[in-house]
């Protein structure tokens, strides 16, 4: 397994930016999908982005689309998450994630994440 921390979160007015890393350490990193997921008080944790393992192809959820920016850089082990023009209802705990080395597509199925860290709050005033 991959061993994750994430960092960045914090309080933020609607129309900000944040930037989420991701540091990654154990399991090849540089050969692991990796993604963002968030979950909202009450709600069941969702997708919000994934990047392949070369950076090759990034996949967005509709919500965010247009307005976050998901990267790596494997040089580093880190996974970043860029996240402007925040709006309220963004607000949740975000959580990247190791995809499962032994599924080979990309894929936004949290239940093909096998690897997660312990999550960093954002949080957006209205």
């Known amino acids: 397994q991959v061993q994750l921390v994430e960092s960045g979160g914090g309080l933020v007015q609607a129309g900000g930016s944040l930037r989420l890393s991701c540091a990654a350490s154990?399991?090849?990193?540089?050969?692991?999908?990796m993604g963002w997921f968030r979950q909202a008080p009450g709600k069941e944790r969702e997708f919000v982005a994934v990047i392949t393992w070369s950076g090759g192809q990034r996949y967005y959820a509709d919500s965010v689309k247009g307005r976050f920016t998901i990267s790596r850089d494997n040089s580093k082990n880190t996974v970043y998450l860029q996240m402007d023009s925040l709006k309220h209802e963004d607000t949740a705990v975000y959580y990247c994630a190791a995809a499962n080395l032994a599924i080979p597509v990309v894929t936004t199925d949290i239940g093909a994440y096998d690897s997660w860290g312990q999550g960093t709050q954002v949080t957006v005033s209205s």
């Open positions: 154990g399991r090849a990193f540089a050969r692991t999908n």
